[in-house]
């Protein structure tokens, strides 16, 4: 059964937007009533039981263990837990009541500083250290790594606290722990150990963020990134993310409209920005590495008042840095500041906001395969520019600012509300080789584009959330509605003379690009401005019954895209063409159904049936608007997570099906018909936790058979029936082990190292030929070095040396280009070295 999608197309009326925007009103004062008739009551903070069994130990391992057993977030002193012993905690209880259990008899306080985390403290030392204006004197160290790489609970998987072994869906958590050992230095880095995902890495090349594929299909920003369980906008250009900036990231695989709208069936990713802590925090980092990488980074938060009723966090970083491509930079500038009231336990408002400037090369680098890789063309080195440097360039600027509220009401319902705005300006010129091939075996043809754009987005989503008992069965209960908007604006002018660019001996002085035509019609080919909005409510019912737990989910979502097209400003204008107005309505049903059963061994099974869909741009012969594309997924699998290690192992199986994919109109040629279909099946393997002895594993292995299932015939007799979809290998396989040494005379280092497996691919089919050439496989290495001088000097508490590379044997790999007979030079070695200072 595929999504329900319902049209209503070429209409040129703003009806939509006023309705969506009364919808708008309507959920949202719907939603506010409840807190305002609550309001004079003041809620208590929604307390979930769960079963303990921590012996009496030494109280910072006793802590680690209640951490992970409730998914709180802790803040304490190391001098505050030094030398402690806990107290045992066995049975079934609050976990507030646990943790005021646990440290019983030490001397040590709990304070509730919000939803899921409290902070330790000596009430006797805290009270001498008020001075006369009641500011907290005493700087206390935030400890929030302790979960390691095991994350017990996710919210982007249900847009609810749940249990990850609950979720009958895949979903990874990259902790801040692994984010941290990994040293990761972009998006790309952040899921090349995680199933399912086969990063692109793309060294020197236009800074579009991070390209992707998940589960056979690919994925670049638009509809796969989420930033706060919020878009990160409509524009593919909004997704230069930092990530240190981050600290977690998950990955939500699979049809996911049911809570998100429109997106590939493939998945999506979901990034956690920094929250003010609850403690002090003050670090300072410098970094330097290969392709001349300097780095400075600073991350400043706690407490504002003595009540820690406000605290607020800055994080800022600032890098200029080469690349392996001669004259491609990789400049950042990052400053992101947050600020959090909690007036109460039940109480949370935290403002988000975010400045980007960044500069990168312009340059497509779509490298000829047959020089590359088929070694029947001259080969071209992978640091040659394939731009004008100083001309060529993406300077980019994000301006973003939003919000995250809950409230827990004392009748039971939660409440949550986000919000961001985000304006972007891109001035960028991109160049591109046509033909990708060497011309006399040794030339490219360079040509030029002027391509200036900005936009704006906003992104809203909120939702009510109730935990209850009917019969013998709990429900936790989730309604809710998002609303999007986005406006893109973008010309492209191109140059109408190339660089004959010679490989052996590179001149790019003697280069002017001409923008006009017969030298006077000098005006952009491409001038628009495309509108997006889009409304969706949606409905959640978890259902526990015995050991069985039962998701049911549905939403349904309409959409606008509307077109301006400013023609009469092109060089279609000297035609006489006029501008023109298209609007495409689009309204879809998803759902997902999905059921799970946990043993009492660890051992949780589940299936689940999940849809999503996708507008599409374009029209057919007759005119007619493309209807959007549907996904349809059956997923069965299992996880494991016993009570007496702190991991967690996945397995799941998936078959995925997309329609109403663009194929070859038999008709009339040079046209589509929606009749194409693709469908990706597969396994996934995932084990990661902590085996003891100070080791930290994560591992992953991904069996992916992606190909075109129906197409019809070209003109040039070519059907891709049956071929592989492009870039999406059969196998993936990542281990990544971390050790911190537990021996005395070490105590402080830690060593981690990895590799990372991907299968040879295949490159776009030669709609001409029906030709489909091949990258071959390969295999990275990298590690990480890092030591703690503190640990053994105390005079150098909170200084840190780590010292990381990627690709260490420096090996030749490529991933298929955005051609036929183009690949993209992946990245060579790069070993760089951060000096970290921490108080």
């Given at each position: 059964?595929?999504?329900?999608?319902?049209?209503?197309?070429?209409?040129?009326?703003?009806?939509?937007?006023?309705?969506?925007?009364?919808?708008?009103?309507?959920?949202?004062?719907?939603?506010?009533?409840?807190?305002?008739?609550?309001?004079?009551?003041?809620?208590?903070?929604?307390?979930?039981?769960?079963?303990?069994?921590?012996?009496?130990?030494?109280?910072?391992?006793?802590?680690?263990?209640?951490?992970?057993?409730?998914?709180?977030?802790?803040?304490?002193?190391?001098?505050?837990?030094?030398?402690?012993?806990?107290?045992?905690?066995?049975?079934?209880?609050?976990?507030?009541?646990?943790?005021?259990?646990?440290?019983?008899?030490?001397?040590?306080?709990?304070?509730?500083?919000?939803?899921?985390?409290?902070?330790?403290?000596?009430?006797?030392?805290?009270?001498?250290?008020?001075?006369?204006?009641?500011?907290?004197?005493?700087?206390?160290?935030?400890?929030?790594?302790?979960?390691?790489?095991?994350?017990?609970?996710?919210?982007?998987?249900?847009?609810?606290?749940?249990?990850?072994?609950?979720?009958?869906?895949?979903?990874?958590?990259?902790?801040?722990?692994?984010?941290?050992?990994?040293?990761?230095?972009?998006?790309?880095?952040?899921?090349?150990?995680?199933?399912?995902?086969?990063?692109?890495?793309?060294?020197?090349?236009?800074?579009?963020?991070?390209?992707?594929?998940?589960?056979?299909?690919?994925?670049?920003?638009?509809?796969?990134?989420?930033?706060?369980?919020?878009?990160?906008?409509?524009?593919?250009?909004?997704?230069?993310?930092?990530?240190?900036?981050?600290?977690?990231?998950?990955?939500?695989?699979?049809?996911?409209?049911?809570?998100?709208?429109?997106?590939?069936?493939?998945?999506?990713?979901?990034?956690?920005?920094?929250?003010?802590?609850?403690?002090?925090?003050?670090?300072?980092?410098?970094?330097?590495?290969?392709?001349?990488?300097?780095?400075?980074?600073?991350?400043?938060?706690?407490?504002?008042?003595?009540?820690?009723?406000?605290?607020?966090?800055?994080?800022?970083?600032?890098?200029?840095?080469?690349?392996?491509?001669?004259?491609?930079?990789?400049?950042?500038?990052?400053?992101?500041?947050?600020?959090?009231?909690?007036?109460?336990?039940?109480?949370?408002?935290?403002?988000?906001?975010?400045?980007?400037?960044?500069?990168?090369?312009?340059?497509?680098?779509?490298?000829?395969?047959?020089?590359?890789?088929?070694?029947?063309?001259?080969?071209?080195?992978?640091?040659?520019?394939?731009?004008?440097?100083?001309?060529?360039?993406?300077?980019?600027?994000?301006?973003?600012?939003?919000?995250?509220?809950?409230?827990?009401?004392?009748?039971?319902?939660?409440?949550?509300?986000?919000?961001?705005?985000?304006?972007?300006?891109?001035?960028?010129?991109?160049?591109?080789?046509?033909?990708?091939?060497?011309?006399?075996?040794?030339?490219?043809?360079?040509?030029?584009?002027?391509?200036?754009?900005?936009?704006?987005?906003?992104?809203?989503?909120?939702?009510?959330?109730?935990?209850?008992?009917?019969?013998?069965?709990?429900?936790?209960?989730?309604?809710?509605?998002?609303?999007?908007?986005?406006?893109?604006?973008?010309?492209?002018?191109?140059?109408?003379?190339?660089?004959?660019?010679?490989?052996?001996?590179?001149?790019?002085?003697?280069?002017?690009?001409?923008?006009?035509?017969?030298?006077?019609?000098?005006?952009?080919?491409?001038?628009?401005?495309?509108?997006?909005?889009?409304?969706?409510?949606?409905?959640?019912?978890?259902?526990?019954?015995?050991?069985?737990?039962?998701?049911?989910?549905?939403?349904?979502?309409?959409?606008e895209n509307k077109t301006e097209n400013y023609a009469s400003r092109t060089l279609s204008g000297l035609l006489g063409a006029s501008?023109?107005?298209?609007?495409?309505?689009?309204?879809?049903?998803?759902?997902?159904?999905?059921?799970?059963?946990?043993?009492?061994?660890?051992?949780?099974?589940?299936?689940?049936?999940?849809?999503?869909?996708?507008?599409?741009?374009?029209?057919?012969?007759?005119?007619?608007?493309?209807?959007?594309?549907?996904?349809?997924?059956?997923?069965?699998?299992?996880?494991?997570?016993?009570?007496?290690?702190?991991?967690?192992?996945?397995?799941?199986?998936?078959?995925?099906?997309?329609?109403?994919?663009?194929?070859?109109?038999?008709?009339?040629?040079?046209?589509?018909?929606?009749?194409?279909?693709?469908?990706?099946?597969?396994?996934?393997?995932?084990?990661?936790?902590?085996?003891?002895?100070?080791?930290?594993?994560?591992?992953?292995?991904?069996?992916?058979?992606?190909?075109?299932?129906?197409?019809?015939?070209?003109?040039?007799?070519?059907?891709?029936?049956?071929?592989?979809?492009?870039?999406?290998?059969?196998?993936?396989?990542?281990?990544?082990?971390?050790?911190?040494?537990?021996?005395?005379?070490?105590?402080?280092?830690?060593?981690?190292?990895?590799?990372?497996?991907?299968?040879?691919?295949?490159?776009?089919?030669?709609?001409?030929?029906?030709?489909?050439?091949?990258?071959?496989?390969?295999?990275?290495?990298?590690?990480?070095?890092?030591?703690?001088?503190?640990?053994?000097?105390?005079?150098?508490?909170?200084?840190?040396?780590?010292?990381?590379?990627?690709?260490?044997?420096?090996?030749?790999?490529?991933?298929?280009?955005?051609?036929?007979?183009?690949?993209?030079?992946?990245?060579?070695?790069?070993?760089?070295?951060?000096?970290?200072?921490?108080?």
């Open positions: 059964m595929v999504p329900t999608v319902q049209r209503n197309t070429k209409t040129h009326s703003t009806r939509i937007g006023r309705t969506l925007l009364v919808h708008l009103m309507m959920t949202t004062g719907l939603m506010a009533l409840p807190l305002g008739t609550a309001l004079p009551v003041l809620a208590q903070q929604a307390d979930e039981t769960a079963a303990f069994a921590i012996p009496a130990q030494p109280l910072p391992a006793a802590l680690t263990s209640f951490i992970r057993r409730s998914g709180w977030q802790i803040s304490y002193s190391s001098d505050l837990v030094r030398g402690k012993r806990s107290a045992a905690v066995n049975g079934t209880m609050s976990a507030s009541a646990a943790l005021q259990q646990l440290v019983a008899g030490t001397g040590i306080s709990v304070r509730i500083s919000g939803p899921r985390s409290a902070a330790l403290y000596d009430p006797a030392a805290q009270a001498a250290a008020v001075g006369g204006d009641g500011t907290l004197l005493e700087q206390l160290t935030v400890n929030n790594e302790d979960t390691g790489y095991v994350a017990t609970d996710t919210v982007t998987a249900t847009k609810t606290d749940t249990p990850l072994v609950k979720v009958p869906q895949s979903v990874s958590v990259i902790t801040e722990k692994e984010l941290k050992d990994r040293q990761v230095t972009d998006l790309n880095d952040i899921v090349a150990y995680t199933p399912g995902v086969r990063a692109v890495d793309y060294p020197g090349g236009q800074g579009i963020g991070a390209i992707f594929y998940m589960r056979g299909f690919r994925h670049q920003s638009q509809r796969a990134f989420y930033l706060d369980g919020l878009r990160n906008g409509y524009n593919p250009y909004d997704s230069n993310l930092e990530p240190y900036g981050l600290e977690q990231v998950n990955v939500l695989r699979g049809p996911s409209s049911v809570l998100y709208g429109d997106a590939l069936p493939g998945g999506l990713v979901d990034m956690r920005t920094k929250r003010p802590p609850s403690e002090p925090l003050h670090e300072l980092g410098v970094e330097y590495g290969s392709n001349n990488r300097r780095q400075v980074t600073g991350d400043f938060g706690g407490p504002i008042d003595a009540e820690g009723k406000f605290s607020y966090r800055l994080t800022v970083l600032h890098r200029e840095s080469d690349t392996q491509v001669d004259h491609s930079p990789d400049d950042m500038l990052y400053i992101a500041p947050a600020f959090t009231w909690t007036p109460n336990d039940a109480t949370q408002v935290t403002l988000l906001a975010q400045y980007q400037k960044w500069t990168t090369g312009g340059s497509e680098q779509s490298l000829p395969w047959d020089s590359a890789i088929g070694g029947t063309a001259a080969p071209i080195p992978t640091d040659l520019y394939l731009g004008v440097p100083g001309l060529t360039e993406w300077n980019g600027e994000t301006k973003s600012v939003g919000y995250q509220f809950e409230h827990q009401f004392d009748n039971g319902w939660t409440f949550r509300n986000g919000a961001r705005y985000t304006h972007t300006e891109l001035d960028y010129i991109s160049s591109w080789t046509d033909p990708v091939t060497l011309v006399s075996n040794r030339y490219l043809n360079v040509y030029l584009q002027d391509r200036p754009r900005d936009s704006d987005s906003f992104s809203f989503d909120s939702n009510l959330s109730k935990d209850f008992q009917f019969g013998q069965m709990d429900h936790k209960v989730l309604l809710g509605a998002g609303f999007g908007y986005s406006r893109i604006w973008e010309s492209r002018t191109n140059s109408s003379n190339a660089l004959a660019l010679d490989i052996n001996n590179p001149d790019y002085s003697s280069y002017t690009p001409n923008w006009c035509y017969l030298g006077v019609y000098c005006r952009p080919w491409f001038d628009k401005t495309l509108f997006v909005k889009q409304f969706g409510v949606y409905a959640q019912d978890q259902v526990d019954w015995n050991n069985f737990t039962l998701t049911l989910s549905g939403r349904y979502d309409w959409v501008d023109a107005v298209d609007t495409v309505q689009d309204q879809a049903f998803t759902y997902r159904a999905g059921l799970a059963y946990s043993f009492d061994n660890g051992i949780t099974p589940y299936a689940s049936f999940s849809t999503s869909f996708e507008p599409q741009a374009g029209t057919a012969y007759n005119g007619s608007d493309f209807e959007p594309t549907t996904g349809q997924q059956f997923e069965t699998g299992l996880r494991f997570k016993p009570d007496w290690w702190n991991g967690l192992f996945s397995a799941s199986y998936f078959h995925i099906t997309q329609q109403n994919v663009t194929s070859s109109d038999p008709d009339h040629s040079g046209y589509s018909v929606q009749t194409g279909e693709v469908q990706s099946q597969g396994f996934e393997l995932e084990a990661s936790g902590e085996l003891g002895y100070g080791f930290n594993l994560h591992a992953s292995y991904t069996y992916t058979d992606a190909r075109v299932t129906k197409d019809n015939t070209n003109a040039n007799g070519v059907n891709k029936t049956g071929t592989r979809v492009q870039a999406v290998p059969y196998n993936t396989a990542s281990v990544w082990l971390n050790y911190d040494f537990q021996m005395p005379a070490l105590e402080g280092l830690s060593v981690g190292a990895g590799v990372r497996y991907v299968d040879s691919s295949l490159t776009f089919v030669d709609t001409s030929t029906g030709a489909q050439l091949e990258v071959p496989d390969y295999t990275l290495l990298d590690a990480s070095l890092s030591y703690d001088f503190g640990a053994k000097m105390p005079q150098l508490a909170g200084l840190s040396l780590t010292l990381s590379g990627t690709n260490l044997t420096d090996e030749d790999y490529y991933s298929p280009g955005f051609y036929s007979n183009s690949v993209i030079a992946g990245r060579g070695r790069t070993v760089k070295a951060k000096l970290n200072y921490r108080w």
